[in-house]
């Protein structure tokens, strides 16, 4: 037992180097023996703007959708999709991710831009973070609509936009 | 050691909560320092994690040479072994002509160029550390670096790091990770939450016979007995546990079965179970309109990645985080376009369905149907299903033009014979977005601040068309089609906001950036609102992604108004003397906007 925590005081000292050295402004697929650090951006509590909370573990593109559909762990941020919204399935062409969502997600919305602003790119952004992803193309039990709230054009797959991660 | 190393990782953890929490805005809320000097940082970002700060920085602090163009977004900065030169945009960079890629590609904020920090200090060989508790960050120069930066600005020596590093005092944090509690949070993938106060490393592994898995917790401290918890749902028997031997916790989840499983960690210290979902029978059929239809039964509906393949062509479903009950299978169809399902565990934590097929097929729908999930697959490719459904879609009439009776206009009016198209936003079954205290609805204050404003237009000499004048339903198609059709000097859709929470609050005039002339219409309009009505100001957006104005043909603008998920707010919205005091605010925009630019 006395090598095992050997082993683990080594782990975490490594753990600690890679974290001072790299802290948290690496990209998220800094692997340090199974832990990564990874984002997910959900509403601010403030106002329209996205924040990104922190994960710890992998970020595969199944986790990024996973912690979307269940919102923030923070009390003071709100969530991106509206109540009640699935994650059906998605799928990878490229760097193109297309994932199909249930109906909730236009039916539930509580509409005005910006509040669908921050539902889109919460939802853009938090998938973009993977560095081989660039579009997402958003469906509604399979079918491209215009709009989830009347303004905001997703018909087409859309890019990722930092201008909404800023503060006021 | 190791008791250290875990504190200093929690440490370290919390700092790099504290700095994501606090610099997603642009003030950031920690300090700067570059050796022993301190930056006076005017603003900083975090990209996709990386931090950026403004390339001003490198030139005033570390003695480099920076230049910018801000007409072609190209920069250069000279440092004395290394020349980088970048684009804005673009993360790459050639470092002495050889590219590299940076975390994050350089951006634009303020009229400052910012560029990721981390990128440059490990080229340059410097090292960045913290101070989590004061939550600092300092930059802790090589000699080489302190001397040039000193010979670069005459200002004396530069020392090496902030005196007093580098022993952070870590006295007041736990000495130990103790564990709380162990609290069963349910749900589909029966969730366990195990209250770790620390940062602690685990260790965990499934056991056969009984089915189990376990946690194991080194160096983590119990805060009393941990009582065994009776569960008995679709996965978990019971979870206990107890001290493993001296330097470990152990606990024990007897399940139902063997399960793949995943832990994750929470950033204050605390770690998160789930078990997988759970798959049993799989079927097939087509339903009363031939509509191909996958079956299965699980606990829950599990999300599923979806590959299309090629010779032989196959589709393949991956469900994610889901376990496979009773084992692998192939069901024969012989259907027209699906030979055989082949049904299989992938991976741990992949179950995986093949639908082998003698032509394309997609899914488009779950639906739980009887305690079972049905998945609707649509015979053809993506493309195919789009196009069906643009074809289902009602025919896109002529969008309805009212046009204004022709009328006496006095020349001298300042919107003489102007051609404006008002856009009252949603309307009819489209309700737009609900207040929060009254329950009004956007619909119904957009349409007489629209209907007021036209009144005034028309007053003003202009020539006024509605996309509707009435509670009635207008597709997003018909809008700007309208003032295509009328060829319109201006179109102005107004609207009101809706945010999560009550404090949002104001005006904001959204703009396609793509023409100049749409963010003078934007910019003045937003302007004479707030000036008269006197709200708050949240300015104007520039947007590339809303439907209404990026296919309007003249200069446009959206105007939200306010919000009506703020209480006072809805209540002024709601109130007919603010509704023509908000007209009367546009009106004055209008005008100014034909007088100054037309
Ligand atoms: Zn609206």
Redesign the pocket.
Known sequence: MNRYKEWTAVILLILSVCFLLRLAFVRPELPVFGTQLWVVYFGSGEDSFLVPELRFGTPSVAARLQALERGPRLPNLNPVLPPGTKVISYQIEGNLIVVNFSRQLTENHP???ASELITVYGLVNTLTEDPSLDYVQILVEGSRVTTI???VDVSQPLRRDESLIEAR | MGKKGLIFFFAVSVLAIALFSASSGCEASFRFYIGDREVDLAASLVVNGNILIPISVFEQYMGAEAEVSLDSGELKLVFPMYTITGQIGTSKVLVNGEEQIMGAAPQLRHGEIMVPLRFIVDLLGLRLNTDTRQAILYVILTEEMADWIASRDQSGSVGLQLPGFPEPDFSELPDTPVLKEIVFMGGPRSRVFIDVQGFTAFHSFLLTNPDRMVIDLPGVELDGPIPTQEINDSIVKRIRGDRFDEQTIRIVFELNRATDYQINRWPDGGLEVEFNYQMGSVGYYRDEEQTPRIWFEANEQPMFRVQLLPSPMRLVLDFQYTTLLDGAREIPVGDSTLRAIRVSQNSPSVTRIVLDLEGPMIPVQVEEINGRYEIILFEGTEEEYQALLAQKAPEPEEPEVVLPVEREIDDSLPLAHRMIVVDP??GGSDP??IGSVLGVF?KDV?LPISLELGRLLEENGAVVVFTRSDDRYVSHFDRAPIANAVNAEVLISI???SYEGTAAKGVETLYNPLYLENFRFAEVIQRELVNYIGAVNRGVRPRTDLHVLNNANMPAALV?VGFVSHPEEEAMLNDPDYQKRIAEGLLMGIINFFRDYR
């Open positions: 509409g005005g831009s709230a009347g303004h | 936003g949603h737009g977005t956007e957009v609207h009101a906001n939200e």
